[in-house]
């Protein structure tokens, strides 16, 4: 009985972690392609700017500049999005195990590394 | 000769799509090795789009950090929805890796690093490969009770095998001394800013005897969370460059998704050689690049 129930949850942990990360990775890359063909036919860069352009990650101004239609603020935005999949695979599996399945001590093990994956995100130089 | 101001545009696009077709077809393989060894496939890409694509190298690294968190997340999708990953191990185990990755980051890296670091990683690698080269024939590991530890965690499980055509349950043991080593890969990535797959399959492998796909599933799908802590480093500091993203995640991701196709089809003595041959390749390239760095 317990076990079955066990079984059942962790087929739904499993069900909803691959679909954060499915569509995680979907919607970042498509947003990375769109971006590059706009970029490619907008602003044409040549090698040399491609393999040495930066940006800074000030998301408020990418966003804007993104919702305008702008390829290089598109792919930046994706890149962001894909960095926060796994971020979001962990949130999703922690709501899981929280809610779902009642296993407060997983509930707990997620929540910390939730904390400290985003703090070393944030803190660290 | 004066060239008509059309041509050269399109002369100078065309060297633009070329390039982009060039990074993604090495990333590909990256792709394709990191889903199936699990690890992110920086091992493939970094020496590559160095070596032989010119770029430098602190540019490489950021375009690596980015396809470990796309291989982990991608090929992670598939190996969570057919069950092969253990995500109660990949949980318990994130959190003294996430610990690890702190502590390396902001207190041991004002103390250590250097080369000598790299010489001494590189060392402990190519020492590991003793046990698993032991190993390398055997398809399910034997006689293997679920300690103490492992028993009260429910870590113990099972999953389909292609290869074998049935279910395959497995107990799990080692849990304290997989703790330490997942410590240690998170210190070492927050030293060096690696994903440190390649510790964390060791740590599956050797402490906690879980059938190899097991443990490079439940890898790759542990590096996705490192990656992603450490990139906001890499990102602060600029070395993320969306041209070059954009091919190496691209391409590792369709990489990735034939790798874990072939994965699921292989015996598990195959893919722990894909790994035994990959570790070797990265012990060694650590060593070199330690060695390299000493002499200057």
Redesign the interface.
Known sequence: MKEAERKRGDVEIHQASAWVLRAGVISSVSMMLLGLAISLFKDRPDVARMSSLGFKPDYLNILRQASRGNGLALIELGIFLLVLTPILRVAASMAIFAAHERDWFYAAVTFLVLLLTLASLLILR | MVKSPGRG?RL??E???L??FEVGGASFAGGVIGAISGFGGGIVIVPVLTVF?G?PIQ?TIGASI?SV??V???A???Y??D?I?N??IA??L??ST??G??LG??VLSRYLGGPSLYVLFGITLLLTLIPILANIHQELPENVRNDRLAAAL?LN?SYFDHRLGREVSYQVTGIPQAMGIMGVAGVVS?LLGIGAGVVKVLAHEIYMKVPTKVSTATSNFMI??T???????Y??R?????????PV??SV?AGAFLGTKLMERMSNARVRQVFAVALGVIGAQMLLRGLGGLRH
């Open positions: 545009k100078a696009m060297r633009s799509l390039w982009l694509l770029l540019h980015i968190i796309a982990s997340s991608g992670g999708s598939v969570v929805k069950r990953t995500i109660r949980m318990f994130e959190l996430a610990l990755a702190i980051a902001a429910r499980s927050g996705g969370v990656a992603a802590s450490a990139a906001g480093v990102l602060r600029g070395a993320v460059l969306p041209y070059l993203v954009v995640a691209t991701l």
